[in-house]
Every structure is written in structure tokens, then in C-alpha cells.
């Protein structure tokens, strides 16, 4: 196997445990590597660091897939897939292999009942796509695989953007039943791999608060928390969505389910400006990463601030705010900073009921906080 070294001793994370070693810490021994090279890394004084796949056109490259000297090849895959699959709750809706989370960087699979989704996400892991293929095939029998490569991270490692099904005929939409609602979805396009899966618990979680409330969804997508809130009985339920797509996709899914919730096509923000005298009792919101790097992490904590005291403004008293944050940037830490400063500024007292994470198919590696990218909390306004 070959080997690569640090350039230097000083600290950086690959040294106290995280996955990834930077093209500029890497003294590359002279070597021509290729994409998908399977690389031990060694720290200065030659001790092994472990085995990684190989990027030579990404900032990130190498990534850790085993503690131990192991080549990425066929038996590895087959092995660590089948761990992945044995460590998930059954079920027919989850994420199957979480990338790094899963000692397969660069790697993402979903489970929507008989299909499956997948993404790839590095030149490292591109090279094993056949293969990932086969091992779907043989071991989870899908009806269909569809690669959706069209991320935007792609180009990073010089991978084009693609979609593509496993038969080769196009992926038709269709419905899929999700906690107990039916969701038209297409699978081939729209955003992340079709269904905001990450999402599914605590549409539920949070429709436990909802009977006999007035709803306000905000960032409702195609309906997740809004549809689950209607279901457990809410007053009324509110839908925003800035996208003309899903808001039409929620209101078609509202129907098919005999749910009563309106649905509506405009940004938050301006939402929020132009209603400042509704009140409701129970307000979701879920927004996009705001802090896609770190110069843009300024604006995406003014951005979050701004959201959440608009919205503890228009709670009734003893209202409830279910509010997220997707960016892998903030932590659970600066979140709940975050959400302390729009209470002080919308002087409201407010209780934290639940601090919200990940489910337990989307895990969380302990030394990669870039796996811990979903916090949230519920709270309850006085
Ligand atoms: N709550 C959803 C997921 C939300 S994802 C679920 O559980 O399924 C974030 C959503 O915010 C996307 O649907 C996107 O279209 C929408 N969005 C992005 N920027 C927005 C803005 N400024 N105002 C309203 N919606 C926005």
C-alpha cells in the first residue's frame, strides 16, 4: 500500500482523531497517485494514522476509511455496506450508509421503500460506484437505483453532475407512504435526495404539540411538519416555502391525504415583514444552511437570530417554536446562543422543552463535527 506523510507536527485535526488530512498538510513522497488510491497516512515520526481514499484534485485529500491498514477494494466495501445496513432500525424509509459516519467517505444512501438512492460524492468513492451498485442489487433486491451525482460538492473533485438510474429508464414519481402520510415524490430531482428523510422524526416529534393549535410552517418544502401536524389535529395549519415547486407538491400532497392546510409561495423573511399581527401557538422553523463557509457565518447568525424573534414575536402565550438549523457550521452551542439573544430581543420568556439532533440512521461521528450538521430545539414561549 502506499504511504504519504504530514509535512509537519504542528496540531491539526487529522492528529486527535477527525477523518480528513488537507492536500497542504500532505508531503505526498514523490509520488504519482490517482484518484481512489487506497494511502496510509503517517504522521512525522512514521506512525500510521491509517487508510484513506485518495482526491488529488480536492482541498480534502484524503479521508479516513479504517484505523488500520486496509485496502478499499471489494471485500472492504462489501464489509463495511453490510455493517452500515446491520447498524440502521428496519425500516422502509432511512439513510442506509452515512459517508464518513459509515468508514465510506464520500458515500450516501437512502432507502424510500423499493428504491433507493444514491449519491457520490468524491473522485475517491467514484471509483466503487459499479461495485456499490452490485452489493445494492444482491443484497437489498431495489426495485430501482438511482445515482443522483448532480451535488453541487462534486466539483470540488473534478466529478461531473449527472442523474442517472441503475436500469437506465427514467425514475417516474410516484407516491410513498412516510409516517403514515403519502408523499408524491420525485426521486430523481428536487432537493437533497428527494425527501428531507433527516426531517421524519421530529415531523412527528413535533406534531405531538400540535392538536387544537394554529400552525405556521416555515420552510414547509413538500409538507413534512405541516401534513403531521394537520394529521395529530392543529386548528389550522400555515405553510411558506420560497419555492413555487414544493409549495404545489405540498398542496397536492395535502390533498391526497385529506389534510386541511394552506400552503404559500414567498420568502420567510419578507413573510414575517408582511405579517406582524397574526398570531399562532406553534411555529416551525426550518431553514437552509445559512452558513454554507465561514465568511458566510456573520450573516447566517443574523439570518437565524432574525428568523426566531419574528417568530417568538407572533407566539401566543404558551406557544410553542420548533426551530432547526442545518448548517454543520453552528453548533448546538451557538444555536442556543443564538436562540437566547432573539428571546432577550423579542422579550419573551421562554423554556427549552427538547434539544432535537440527528435520528439515529443519520449518525454522528464523534471526532467529525461535519457529521453533526441538524440541531434544533423545541421551546415554549411564556
Ligand atoms: N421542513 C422541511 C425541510 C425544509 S428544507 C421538511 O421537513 O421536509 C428548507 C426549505 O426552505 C426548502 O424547501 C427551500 O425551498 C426553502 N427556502 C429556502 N430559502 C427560503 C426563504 N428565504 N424563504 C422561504 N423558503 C425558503
Redesign the pocket.
Known amino acids: 500500500m502506499k504511504f504519504v506523510r504530514l509535512k509537519s507536527s504542528r496540531p491539526c485535526r487529522v492528529l486527535s482523531g477527525h477523518p480528513w488530512a488537507f492536500a497542504g498538510e500532505i508531503d505526498r513522497q514523490n509520488q504519482k497517485l490517482e484518484d481512489g488510491d487506497c494511502v496510509e497516512l503517517r504522521d512525522v515520526r512514521g506512525r500510521s494514522l491509517g487508510s484513506g481514499l485518495w482526491s488529488n484534485r480536492s482541498q480534502i485529500a484524503w479521508r479516513r476509511y479504517a484505523r488500520e491498514m486496509r485496502l478499499f477494494d471489494r471485500k472492504f466495501l462489501r464489509e463495511a455496506l453490510s455493517s452500515a445496513v446491520s447498524r440502521r432500525s428496519p425500516g422502509q424509509y432511512r439513510r442506509l450508509v452515512w459517508s464518513e459516519a459509515d468508514h465510506l467517505p464520500g458515500l450516501v444512501v437512502d432507502q424510500f421503500d423499493r428504491a433507493i438512492v444514491v449519491q457520490v460524492l468524491t473522485a475517491g468513492m467514484a471509483c466503487a460506484q459499479n461495485e456499490i451498485a452490485l452489493w445494492l442489487k444482491d443484497n437489498l433486491s431495489p426495485r430501482e437505483i438511482i445515482f443522483r451525482n448532480d451535488a453541487a460538492s462534486r466539483q470540488y473533485d473534478g466529478l461531473e453532475l449527472e442523474v442517472h438510474t441503475e436500469s437506465g429508464d427514467p425514475f417516474v414519481p410516484d407516491w410513498f407512504n412516510i409516517e403514515g402520510v403519502e408523499y408524491f415524490l420525485d426521486l430523481s430531482g428536487g ?1 437533497k435526495t428527494g ?2 428523510l433527516d ?1 421524519r422524526e421530529q ?1 412527528l416529534q413535533v406534531a405531538k404539540y400540535a392538536h387544537g393549535r394554529r400552525a405556521l410552517d416555515g ?4 409538507g ?2 405541516s401534513l403531521q401536524m394537520a394529521r395529530a389535529g392543529a386548528a389550522s395549519v400555515e405553510g ?4 413555487e415547486e ?1 409549495v404545489t407538491a405540498a398542496a397536492r400532497n395535502a390533498e391526497r391525504n385529506k389534510l386541511a392546510a394552506k400552503f404559500t409561495r ?4 419578507d413573510w414575517f415583514t408582511e405579517n406582524r399581527t397574526q398570531k399562532f401557538d406553534l411555529i416551525v422553523l ?3 444552511p445559512f452558513a454554507k463557509n465561514k465568511e458566510a457565518m456573520a450573516g447566517a447568525m443574523r439570518g437565524y437570530k432574525e428568523l426566531n424573534l419574528r417568530a417568538l414575536r407572533l407566539l401566543n402565550p404558551g406557544g410553542i417554536l420548533a426551530t432547526y438549523s442545518c448548517s454543520q457550521r453552528v453548533s448546538t452551542s451557538d444555536f442556543l446562543a443564538m436562540l437566547g439573544d432573539a428571546a432577550a430581543d423579542a422579550k419573551r420568556e421562554a423554556r427549552v422543552l427538547e434539544i432535537t439532533g440527528q435520528p439515529s440512521d443519520h449518525p454522528v461521528l464523534l471526532n467529525f463535527p461535519e457529521s453533526h450538521y441538524l440541531k434544533g430545539a423545541i421551546l415554549q414561549a411564556e
Open positions: 432537493q425527501f428531507y426531517q415531523h420552510f414547509c418544502n413538500q413534512g411538519f411558506i416555502d420560497s419555492s414544493c414567498a420568502n420567510m423573511f426550518d431553514p437552509p
